[in-house]
């Protein structure tokens, strides 16, 4: 008797599509590695700042003037390297 005064009890709504649930994974997983990737290439930029230059300096290829694009320079220092002083 109970039974006839109550309110009708509605089913549960259904599940998430699986469809959608496959393509939001597939995204997530999208993110994560766009995410790893972009870490990786700061990694990259951060050693290349703090090692470039030791690299840049030992290189045999700065000694080339024709790799270079510049002539050498005298090494000694002197009256010869002060324009003002002629």
Known sequence: M???FSAPKTPPPPGPDPELLRRQQEQDARLERQEADKQRE???RR???TSGGRRQLISE???DPLLTGTE???TTLGPGRNPDAA
């Open 61 to 63: 290829a700065r000694l």
């Open 47 to 49: 050693r290349a700042r």
């Open 72 to 74: 050498p320079t005298d």
């Open 42 to 44: 700061i990694a990259a």
């Open 2 to 4: 109970a039974g006839l």
